[in-house]
């Protein structure tokens, strides 16, 4: 969708927190003018909020290049890991599905003696929240809420321990670790790109249509200081990672270049006719003096 000639993508996750930012503590507002300040709806509302508003204001410190970098990091390790976690979550909901189950059998039909502590403890994950919970304390290494003396919660704990700690906890390590090398690799284009992001945001908000016509605040040509090596070296690094680029982006960066080095030729040569002129005036002092 493009509004006021600007392309904005929606449904991005900074374009969702900035409405979140901007909505919720809206709401909020709202909802304290019609509903009594006790309205567990109204606290929770106001937790989101200031929650929403504390989220964004972090945002913006993106802007800022050193602590922007590690905030562009975390983003793309969590848009990386998102379908880990679900199937995790996944896993976790169904092993709790199964002990809830076991559970609530075993104290209907087991004949089996058990002690009052693993009685309690058994009645307890017949509720699937605390089952949830307690699966969840185990994937944290805390397996205080289980019962002790049952075979099936005891091959549960070793296949989920075993489960957790070799195949997820590293699988995790590594996407971490390769996100955080990707991101390090393009750092400098990233974050030059999420700026660019919250300087469109920016300017949309706080910009009338007519201000964004106005060429004085866009002119319809930028010029950038480079050396011409150093345009030759990014052409030769797209061409060695083979980067695919547009017939036409290769003849805008051939003729960039050409103009680059015929500048270049054109100070050289003004720089030969300053020493003749310098040499000249020598030779004009030198029969002066005479």
């Known amino acids: 969708m493009y509004l006021n000639g600007v392309g904005i993508r929606f449904f991005t996750p900074t374009t969702f927190l900035t409405f979140s930012v901007t909505v919720f503590?809206?709401?909020?507002?709202?909802?304290?003018?019609?509903?009594e300040p006790s309205n567990n709806l109204l606290i929770l509302f106001?937790?989101?909020?200031m929650i929403f508003l504390w989220i964004g204001a972090i945002e913006f410190l993106v802007a800022f290049k050193r602590i922007g970098i590690f905030i562009i990091a975390v983003a793309h390790i969590c848009r990386e890991?998102?379908?880990?976690?679900?199937?995790?979550?996944?896993?976790i909901l169904?092993?709790?599905?199964?002990?809830?189950?076991?559970?609530?059998?075993?104290?209907d039909y087991n004949q089996v003696p058990m002690t009052d502590e693993s009685y309690t403890k058994f009645q307890d994950l017949i509720h699937y929240s605390n089952s949830l919970n307690a699966y969840w304390s185990a994937f944290l290494s805390d397996y205080g809420s289980w019962p002790e003396g049952d075979k099936f919660i005891a091959v549960a704990k070793v296949a989920y321990s075993l489960f957790i700690t070799v195949v997820i906890l590293n699988l995790m390590i590594a996407l971490v670790n390769n996100v955080y090398s990707d991101v390090l690799n393009r750092v400098?284009?990233?974050?030059?790109?999420?700026?660019?992001?919250?300087?469109?945001i920016i300017e949309l908000a706080t910009l009338t249509p007519a201000d964004r016509q106005n060429k004085d605040y866009f002119p319809w040509t930028i010029f950038y200081k480079a050396f011409t090596e150093d345009v030759e070296l990014w052409q030769k690094k797209l061409e060695d990672d083979d980067i695919s680029v547009s017939?036409?982006?290769?003849?805008?960066?051939?003729?960039?270049?050409?103009?680059?080095?015929?500048?270049i030729n054109k100070i050289k040569d003004d720089d030969l006719n300053k020493t003749k002129m310098i040499d000249t005036l020598k030779e004009l002092k030198q029969l002066f003096s005479k």
């Open 188 to 200: 400098n284009t990233e974050w030059s790109m999420v700026r660019a992001q919250i300087i469109v």
């Open 81 to 91: 890991v998102t379908w880990l976690f679900i199937y995790l979550a996944l896993v």
């Open 46 to 49: 106001r937790a989101l909020s």
């Open 247 to 263: 017939r036409d982006q290769i003849q805008l960066l051939n003729k960039m270049a050409d103009k680059m080095k015929d500048e």
């Open 94 to 107: 169904a092993a709790s599905h199964g002990t809830v189950i076991y559970s609530s059998m075993l104290l």
């Open 25 to 35: 503590p809206a709401i909020t507002a709202f909802m304290g003018i019609f509903i």
